[in-house]
């Protein structure tokens, strides 16, 4: 018994052995009970709430791969044997590069479980916009595995800095030629994060206005109240002034009308209180003012303001044609003649156009 107890493996007896095997059986055992306790908890919390970030941890955790695990429990086994100064470096290396690749395999499975959430979330309301995102998701997901490859040759000893520069140098050689491409692209991603309209808004673009259909990589399609599709470059639609009418709360009606110069100044003053009145009956209404606001040479001019509280058009419309029928009553009602363009012609001597007789 003695023998075995005192024969050698790598320099290091069988008592040392079996330390180092026990240490790397407990440590994977406690990782891989601790991985599975946490999931089965996290499990049973998203199910019972309505956030999405813990369903994300349920992915990232339950894509932990158990050669990590069993790696990590040899590694830290290793510790407690005297080994060459080769087999320990390697071991180190190994367990570096194992544990890179799996902070890896956690980020690309979060940021894919994230993408596919709010393709789900958003594809009915806004399908344009996944295709941005998606864009986006590659190129965080590349960056990211190329970041982690560069780790890995920088822990083999490999010098990533030449590596870098030319990586560098050919990204703006790429960058130069495709900037046409990738500044819309950007300009993509810059309408899909900063939201300045979504697709169903109606928005106006400089002389061209139109319902939005598709947001895509490169252009945003609109559909115009003529029935054709408007095309915009999204680098080209960011440079414009948007007006987006979606988004708005309220609309504000300014019209006027003209009354007669037969108006006495009982009926102008009554005017503004007739307008009041018919404006505050409506529904979804709010009155501003009425004013007799100017002299024209065929009318008395009054100017109204009132608010419609909704964004519907066809509500606005509705309203003011209320308006506009009721003030056309009430004023009839009461003796008051809308104005018309008329021009009076006054004869200085009206007998010097009488014919004269014999």
Not at 141 to 163: E, H, K, P, Q, S
Not at 319 to 344: D, T, W
Request: aromatic share 8%.
């Amino acid at each position: 018994m003695a023998g075995v107890m005192n024969y050698t493996l790598a320099g290091n007896d069988v008592t040392a052995w079996v330390i180092a095997i026990a240490i790397a059986v407990a440590v994977s055992t406690i990782l891989y009970t601790v991985n599975s306790v946490v999931l089965r908890r996290l499990r049973i919390m998203s199910v019972r709430t309505e956030t999405f970030l813990d369903d994300v941890a349920v992915c990232v955790l339950a894509a932990t791969s158990k050669t990590f695990i069993v790696v990590m429990g040899l590694y830290a086994g290793s510790q407690g044997l005297t080994l060459a100064p080769k087999p320990t470096l390697l071991l180190s290396h190994g367990a570096i590069v194992v544990l890179l690749l799996q902070v890896a395999r956690w980020g690309d499975v979060g940021i894919r479980n994230w993408m596919e959430h709010y393709r789900q979330r958003r594809s009915a309301e806004d399908a344009g916009s996944t295709t941005s995102t998606a864009a986006l998701a590659f190129v965080v997901r590349a960056a990211l595995w190329l970041i982690i490859m560069l780790m890995i040759l920088d822990n083999f000893g490999v010098n990533i800095t030449t590596l870098v520069a030319s990586l560098g140098i050919g990204g703006i050689a790429v960058a130069l030629a495709m900037q046409n491409i990738l500044g819309d692209l950007f300009s993509s991603l810059s309408i899909v994060l900063d939201k300045p309209f979504v697709v169903g808004d109606f928005i106006i673009v400089g002389d061209a206005l139109g319902t939005v259909e598709y947001v895509g990589l490169k252009t945003t399609r609109v559909r115009s109240l003529g029935g054709e599709q408007i095309v915009f470059s999204n680098s080209d639609l960011l440079k414009s002034r948007i007006r987006n009418y979606k988004h708005m709360q309220t609309r504000r009606i300014v019209f006027g009308f003209g009354v007669s110069y037969e108006t006495t100044d009982e009926q102008a003053l009554l005017i503004p209180e007739i307008v009041r009145d018919i404006v505050n009956e409506l529904p979804d209404v709010t009155f501003d003012r009425a004013h007799f606001k100017q002299y024209t040479p065929s009318s008395l001019d009054y100017e109204v303001v009132f608010y419609v509280t909704t964004a519907d058009y066809n509500i606005y419309m509705d309203r003011q044609q209320s308006v506009n029928v009721a003030l056309l009553r009430r004023l009839r009602e009461a003796g008051i003649r809308f104005a018309h363009p008329l021009q009076v012609m006054t004869v200085a001597n009206p007998a010097e156009l009488v014919p004269q007789a014999g």
